[in-house]
């Protein structure tokens, strides 16, 4: 189980911090990613995290703006937002590979859990 929270109204330039708490099983050796899905449009990887936090990735739009980490103690994923844009209006929704790996999918295909999203929007 995988439980999105963070998500808020926000105005433009501000920030947020999305967490991902799991429960149930220990995720503390899967890779970790952020989706997000805006109205009309199809979900996309915003960020991932490898199992050590060592190894990240980002969408090219929230490169320098957003940062992903993990507790891995706490069983939870951080995605903290900065500079926020309106565009950056969307659910946005965490997800977990199913096995233990080094690297960081990029699609959502290859991730298995998923927690149900969080909204974010960003007023301009």
């Known amino acids: 189980q995988l439980q999105a929270s963070g998500g808020g109204l926000v105005q433009a330039g501000g920030s947020l911090r999305l967490s991902c708490a799991a429960s149930?099983?220990?995720?503390?050796?899967?890779?970790m990613g952020w989706f997000r899905q805006a109205p009309g449009k199809e979900r996309e990887f915003v960020a991932g995290?490898?199992?050590?936090?060592?190894?990240?990735y980002y969408g090219d739009s929230v490169k320098g703006r957003f940062t992903i980490s993990r507790e891995n103690a706490k069983n939870t994923v951080y995605l903290q937002m900065n500079s926020l844009k309106p565009e950056d209006t969307a659910v946005y929704s965490c997800?977990?590979?199913?096995?233990?790996?080094?690297?960081?999918?990029?699609?959502?295909?290859?991730?298995?859990?998923w927690g149900q999203g969080t909204l974010v929007t960003v007023s301009s």
């Open positions: 149930g099983r220990s995720f503390s050796r899967s890779s």
């Open positions: 995290i490898n199992w050590s936090g060592g190894i990240t």
């Open positions: 997800t977990g590979s199913r096995f233990d790996i080094d690297y960081v999918p990029l699609k959502q295909l290859e991730y298995f859990y």
